[in-house]
């Protein structure tokens, strides 16, 4: 029996605890600050054991005192790099569903050295996307067809029957991080080229999207694309393009919410303001002069026009005080949105992903358009969609790991057959699986 640490019992953690008691016969250790997230995630298991602890700040006593097989990192991405260095020191394999970034890729020479794997990227997007297009990237190239174009798109959504606020969102993940989305800048290749977005701008570049039995949605291009052409080895596409859904509308708000600063980090004094209060002095007028017509004014639009009914929606033109007595435009907005933004009892979450290829096969003188859906929803009192698809993942990558099924080292990401092959079936056979079509589209 092998010993698994799992830190962090958040939003995600329930479906990868659980999959886990399910599936091995290992013993899961879960820590975590709240009690009440421990006890959710592991619902008394025999095989678990919950520790309440910092897991970020403690980290090093835990690897000291458990001597675990394997850590799944669960915390904040902030806290990916540390935890990977401290695995390495103690030559514990390791896995997380964050972005590989440039601190944690540094550690790819000493993490071979200890002859340990650090698998990051390892949740829904990144994760199962990495997983689906290597799998058909790799088959195209067997049949020696030419990848020109690569376009993905995900999105965590309410879903269609649930989708019922202004804001045509609401929260299965971290405010915070959907707010510092809105200022995040996007790079992706078109006709040969790359096209910088920089500071949100993306929010400006959105276009309608059909996708096939759910209808229609808008995206936009999301953080940077061009890393995807070496990860997935298409150096032959003159487009690859990543992006993220929403329902309609929501480009224009967050492009207007961005332009009037609302996601900004400086500091200032709230205490005692109210909403209403805090828009005057965003709009730069005092308390005399009308924050409606102000706020009309600077985003140039009426008092029906959709983006001003939703901002007074949210509640930035109400009497009511903020909850803060110090902060940032952003942790203000963030206030508004773990009141607003959230899912009722018995609603239900979406996921959706798809991918689009334009495929060359020069020796049969075809040109094809393949798409590759996933669409997975579930209810919000139990375990949603987005935890589902992003908890699942990395407790298959460690029961892979533990059964010595992936011999790779360093720091990786799932693009590897040993993974993706036999995640991809063991994520089928939880209901998480593609929908492929394709269309011949040219000789």
Partial sequence: MAQILILGAG???????????????????????????????????????????????????????????????LLPAQFMPTVAKKCIQHSINYVDPSYIKEEMRSLDQAAKEKGVLLLCELGLDPGIDHMSAAKTIKSIHDQGGIVESFWSCCGALPSLCNNNNPFGYKLSWSPEALIGASKRTARFLKNGEIVVLPDGETYKHPSLVDVEGLGCFEEYANADSIPYIDLYGIKEAKEVYRGTFRYPGWCELIAKMNELGLFETTEMELKDMTYREFMAKILGINQNESVKEKLCSVLGRETFSSVFLKLEWLGLLSDEKIPLTKGSPRSVIASLFHKKLVFSKGEKDLVVMEHRYVVNF???????????????????????????????????????????????????????????????????????????????IGD
């Fill in 362 to 440: 020069p020796e049969k003188k075809t040109k094809k358009l393949i798409k590759s859906t996933l669409v997975c929803t579930d209810s919000v009192d139990g375990d949603t969609a987005i935890a589902k698809t992003t908890g699942t993942p990395p407790a298959i990558g460690a029961m892979l790991i533990l059964e010595g099924k992936v011999k790779a080292k360093g720091v990786q990401a799932p693009v590897l057959p040993e993974i993706y092959e036999p995640s991809l079936e063991l994520l089928e056979k939880e209901g998480i699986t593609f929908t492929e079509r394709e269309t011949i």
């Fill in 11 to 73: 939003r995600v953690a329930r479906p990868c605890v659980q999959y886990l008691l399910n599936n091995t016969q290992h013993m899961v250790t879960v820590v975590d600050i709240s009690e009440g997230n421990l006890k959710k995630a592991t619902a008394g298991h025999p095989r678990s054991q919950i520790i309440v602890g910092d897991a970020a700040s403690e980290t090093e006593h835990f690897l000291e005192k458990l001597k675990p097989d394997i850590v799944i990192n």
